[in-house]
């Protein structure tokens, strides 16, 4: 089952995810899964304890495009708990993730050395204790190069 959902994209990132898309012969759906995948691996730099969920800057010349998707449901529970845990709006880690992430993983695929099944991901839902809601996300990031 796939979970079909959209989310806005500047033109800019667009234009770089397409020739990205090109020049590896990846369909830009799966690259966005793959860059997502690398940027929740820097989520001791990124989360938040607390507060609003952030957006994308508001580009004045209103350059946006809506990016249609249809995720599994693990990475879409990954996007959303990458949400919940980061406090910023899928549009916008998928837009931070792109700037970061895109090269690197661009330059992987054309030498042929990528795997990012480096990446397990796992919900176990949610658990009520009494008033209290317990979330349990399971990211367990496994070294490719460990023997």
Do not use: C
Request: overall charge positive; glycine content about 2%.
């Amino acid at each position: 089952m796939r979970y079909q959902t959209s989310f806005y994209m500047n033109i800019k990132n667009y234009v770089k995810l397409n020739k990205a898309a090109s020049r590896t012969g990846h369909n830009m759906q799966d690259l966005i899964i793959q860059v997502m995948y690398k940027y929740v691996k820097d989520y001791k730099k990124n989360y938040v304890v607390s507060g609003l969920v952030q957006y994308q800057p508001v580009d004045a010349s209103k350059n946006w495009r809506i990016f249609r998707v249809a995720l599994s449901i693990k990475d879409y529970e990954l996007f959303t708990d990458m949400r919940k845990v980061m406090k910023k709006s899928v549009s916008y880690l998928v837009a931070l993730s792109i700037k970061k992430y895109l090269d690197t993983i661009v330059s992987d695929i054309l030498q042929r050395i990528y795997n990012f099944a480096d990446l397990i991901y796992d919900s176990k839902g949610k658990r009520w204790a009494e008033q209290i809601r317990n979330w349990i996300f399971t990211w367990q990031i496994v070294d490719r190069f460990r023997k």
